[in-house]
């Protein structure tokens, strides 16, 4: 037997008023109203539930007994009702998002960690994966990467300004090797190489000079998928290294690392997160995508 939750509670609201004038005028609705809705309770349940008099109203035996069974359930579902009505008014759930380390570590935790105190119900997951994974398939609710690679179908929101990869090596390495003048000079180089995960080939560097772009495959000891490796193994000697310009700008000015082919180097376009157009936007994604905005 299905019972109606509005003839329950206001069972429970003229049994403790012990009058249907005064249920009536603290619920907002008519007389007739509730004491209709108690009829129907009492006439599905077989059960008398209140005893009507001209000038009060009180509950039975088995009505005390119906009232001590159902009033604490009813209050549970109050309350949890109520605990879900303050998600209304402030973003909760969990946010996955896909990016490369290096858009983790410059753009997206910079911004994210002096926001997400304030929001103990929103879960983030940050992937770290330096390829161009589908985040449809994968089921991720974002991605961030280059704007040059972003899919047409996708809603995309500036987070980070433009950027460069530049080359570098260790004083140590240019002692024992020339310096390239050229890209195609970097054939002759041992280069720490990175291996595209989602297209599972290695990363040809990109250089562009007057208009000419030009991509070469390199070759080296080490294949690393992780920035501050591929910067600890550069300073190291191991050979030269294809990263950005902000994570090695101070090792370049302290003399750590030499940088080489500058004016090869183009800018990229910055980092985007970009989501499906046709996926709603949630109130926690919101608030992601409004704490990375790019300002």
Not at 105 to 134: A, F, T
Not at 174 to 201: M, V, Y
């Amino acid at each position: 037997m299905q019972e109606d939750y509005n003839e329950l509670f206001w069972f429970t609201v003229v049994a403790r008023e012990r009058s249907f004038t005064r249920a009536a005028a603290l619920l907002g609705v008519s007389q007739s109203t509730i004491s209709n809705a108690v009829k129907r309770l009492e006439e599905r349940l077989g059960l008398r539930l209140l005893i009507r008099t001209t000038r009060s109203v009180s509950t039975t035996e088995v009505g005390d007994k119906f009232l001590s069974a159902i009033r604490p359930r009813l209050e549970d579902i109050n309350a949890d009702i109520a605990d879900l009505m303050r998600y209304r008014d402030r973003p909760f759930g969990t946010v996955r998002i896909n990016l490369s380390d290096y858009a983790l570590e410059s753009v997206v935790w910079p911004k994210l960690r002096g926001v997400l105190q304030d929001y103990p119900d929103v879960n983030v997951e940050l992937y770290c994966d330096n390829g161009i994974s589908d985040i449809i398939e994968e089921r991720f609710d974002a991605g961030i990467r280059l704007g040059e690679r972003l899919d047409k179908d996708m809603i995309a929101v500036r987070v980070g300004e433009n950027w460069r990869l530049v080359v570098v090596g260790s004083p140590r390495y240019f002692e024992l090797n020339p310096i390239p003048s050229t890209p195609q000079d970097l054939a002759a180089h041992k280069c720490i190489n990175t291996r595209q995960h989602s297209a599972g080939g290695l990363y040809a560097w990109e250089f562009e000079k007057d208009g000419k772009e030009i991509r070469v495959r390199v070759n080296g000891q080490l294949t690393i998928n992780h920035g501050p490796s591929m910067l600890d193994a550069a300073l190291r000697g191991y050979g030269l290294a294809f990263l950005p310009e902000s994570l090695v700008a101070d090792r370049i000015e302290r003399g750590d690392l030499v940088q080489v082919l500058d004016d090869w180097c183009p800018l990229f376009e910055g980092y985007y997160l970009y989501y499906p157009n046709r996926r709603e936007k949630n109130p926690a994604l919101s608030l992601i995508v409004d704490a990375l905005r790019a300002k």
